[in-house]
């Protein structure tokens, strides 16, 4: 059993965690509303942007002239997968999780005889797979320095992924973050960014545009080569978003799970005090009592 | 009255503008147009240049916009533009850095990329060129 000293001394660095704990607690909750926010600002853009790009891409639908970034390459031999964490931990299964989710992908690739090339955006996701796939890996791009990660960033990224598709080192790209559901559920998604994957449920509910008649300048063509590398950035730019919220989330419940179990920890550590103090009272009265009697 | 129409111009980080407004003068890729109530369903990149927007309530706003994409529909007009910022509230200098870095950059690139690098130069300097004008 502990002597009282120890146990005064665990209880006090216990306390000093738990206030660490909900003081990070507390920063990440006024972080995600932030993250929300600018989330929410973004929400606009990436909407008539998705709008768009359907619009325009029924069209060109299975044209032969569609450019490489929608159609594709005609093969799928070499995989790019990014992956996109934080920078920082802390704040649960957040960076795991998605790891998991880009290690799994890559084992089924290449087991499937593909290449697989890596990039990473975010040291955290950087660290967890350059065991494995250090040889696959190309390179890490991270924000550590940037207070607030804005388009800019987005746009580098994607620039770098763009720069690498011109130059045919792959054929196909996927995009790893968290998308951002409560606090308590953020869910690991793997979204595949070239081939552009225009889904066709969003032009189904615009069913109004399919009357008009739209007139292009210059051309139907040169519009979606300028939009499919601005789509990327932009989807570049939401993953970022929905990582950012996600992150604050995750952390803001890993710290409120730190803090109700240091609580914990302080109540049980207290009580066995408390008895143990109360021990030594009871042996010190026996003490003196004993001591009496002898007289 | 001229009859208004409803337009938003948004950025990835932001929405810039929006509201009604009576006509909008948009610098298109094949030359400046006027977007106004009852326009034909239109869509066209944009290229760097200051948007002008006449407001319902007679305001003038201007929005100097570094490339884009605008689409007309017969709801209003949408303009999707990376960068923009209110004329007013425009960093010269930092527009001056981002030319200064293009024109570094232009000299690494090479054939087709240059074309169209060199292009987007010449776009952004009459942009600029543009506001200059505006603001003095």
Known sequence: MASLKELRNRIASVKATQKITKAMQMVAAAKLRKAQMAAEAARPYSERMAKVMANISAGMEGSENAPKLMAGTGSDQTHLLVVATAERGLCGGFNSSIARLAREKARALMAEGKTVKMLCVGKKGYDALKMEFSDILLDVVTFREVKNVGFAQAAQVSEQILAMFDDGDYDVCTLFYSEFQSVISQIPTAQQLIPANVSSEESADEGDVDDVHYEYEPGEEEILEDLLPRNISVQVFRAILENAASEQGARMSAMDNATRNAGEMIDKLTLSFNRQRQAQITKELIEIISGAEAL | ?136
């Open chain 2, 1 to 136: 009255m001229a009859e208004a129409f409803s337009f938003e111009v948004v950025s990835p980080e932001a929405l810039i503008l929006g509201g009604e407004a009576i006509a909008v003068d948009v610098p298109g890729a094949e030359g400046y147009f006027t977007a106004m109530a009852n326009h034909a369903p239109f869509m066209t990149t944009v290229k760097p240049g200051v948007v002008n927007v006449k407001m319902a309530d007679g305001a003038v706003e201007r929005i100097f916009v570094r490339g884009g994409f605008a689409d007309v529909s017969p709801t209003g007009l949408t303009l999707l533009a990376e960068h923009a910022t209110m004329v007013k509230d425009l960093n010269v200098e930092e527009l001056d850095e981002h030319i200064q870095k293009m024109r570094d950059d232009l000299a690494e690139l090479e054939g087709d990329k240059k074309v169209r690098a060199e292009r987007i130069l010449t776009q952004l300097s009459e942009g600029r060129a543009e506001v200059m004008i505006e603001m003095n």
